[in-house]
């Protein structure tokens, strides 16, 4: 069964310092990896997925996140914070194989970024 | 951004009255879905659609039912509203499973229930 765990709910930083937000995953199957950002009152954005290419993957606005299967991990990075990433991130994982519910995505629980000035 | 709409965006209703949310969509995608936000939880699945007419159960699908009478319309109804099923409603779609995008779902703006 897919499982997805967000291992800080809440993360603070600086602007202009790194960025990390972790994500670990179970899976049975081969997984698809996502990661969307919520603003405020707003819908969900990808930032970036990983469907089984290169393990690094670029994402928008300067975001990145590394698939590792020996640590069943896709952390989210960003080299320098900017006020404008403060929100709410999810990683998200999908069995591209899975023969039951076709797109379901299994959702943790999120993470707030909080950035000061 | 994906076109999708969702109507209307916030809603106050009343314990045991009926609620219809709708989502549209102009991308032609095959797959919709309906998913609620609760803080601590994440998003959850509601129900699902892959096609006209063709809908399925998913997670959290108890005290709701939903309709696909056209590609582009995809309806969510509470029969009976509940303080319970006070959340944020978001409308999401996706492509078929092969290609580029396979997987990528797309979200709408959400709409905010309030079951009094």
């Known amino acids: 069964a897919q499982s997805v765990t967000q291992l800080d709910s809440h993360v603070s930083v600086s602007e202009g310092t790194p960025v990390l937000l972790r994500c670990n995953y179970s899976s049975s199957y081969s997984p698809s990896l996502f990661w969307y950002v919520q603003h405020p009152n707003k819908g969900l954005q990808l930032l970036l997925k990983y469907t089984s290419a290169a393990t690094l993957v670029k994402g928008i606005n300067g975001f990145e996140a590394e698939f590792k299967k020996s640590e069943t991990s896709f952390h989210l990075t960003k080299p320098s914070a900017h006020m404008s990433d403060a929100a709410e991130y999810f990683c998200?994982?999908?069995?591209?194989?899975?023969?039951?519910?076709?797109?379901?995505?299994?959702f943790g629980k999120g993470t707030k970024l909080s950035v000061k000035p | 951004d994906a076109g999708i709409t969702q109507s209307p965006r916030h809603k106050v209703t009343e314990t045991g009255t009926p609620v219809t949310l709708r989502c549209h969509q102009t991308?032609?995608?095959?797959?919709m879905y309906w998913y609620r936000q609760d803080p601590g939880h994440g998003l959850r699945l509601i129900h699902y659609s892959y096609g006209v007419k063709d809908t399925d159960k998913g997670e959290v699908s108890d005290g709701y039912s939903v309709s696909r009478s056209k590609t582009e319309d995809f309806l969510l109804t509470l029969e009976s509203a509940t303080s319970s099923q006070t959340s944020v409603y978001f409308c999401a779609i996706s492509e078929s499973w092969s290609g580029q995008n396979r997987n990528t779902i797309y979200f709408g703006e959400g709409s905010w229930l309030t079951v009094v």
């Open positions: 991308e032609n995608h095959r797959y």
């Open positions: 998200v994982v999908s069995e591209a194989n899975y023969g039951g519910s076709q797109g379901n995505l299994i």
